[in-house]
């Protein structure tokens, strides 16, 4: 299943916005946030921590922030952009003319 990446800005689920991200990768132009970059949280009234991300892309030895990560006040990340994802899951494909030459 195909997944967004999170980036500065994207919004929370208590309300807030991502707040840091790793400027050495971006999309669109926008740095994408790791586990361990920061989220406002106005519903808790705190600076959250990223604390969940994608075991499968690493970024600097961090895993990248998807939608429906965790920050550490227990609310979600939520998607302000799709363009960017990893697909996961498997699957198989046979090219056309190896299809023909059965």
Known sequence: MAT???TIGCPTSGGGKVISGNSM???????VAC???KATCPT???????VSGDPYMQIFGKAAAR????????CKLLPQ?????QDNGGGSA???S?????
Request: net charge neutral; proline share 5%; hydrophobic share 40%.
């Open 81 to 85: 952009q799709n363009l960017v994802v």
């Open 98 to 102: 190896a299809s023909k030459a059965r």
């Open 4 to 6: 967004p990446y999170i």
């Open 94 to 96: 046979q090219s056309s």
């Open 25 to 31: 990768f971006l999309i669109d132009g926008i740095p």
């Open 67 to 74: 939608v429906n990560d965790s920050l550490s006040c227990g």
């Open 44 to 50: 808790h009234k705190v600076v959250a921590t990223i």
């Open 35 to 37: 586990v361990g970059d």
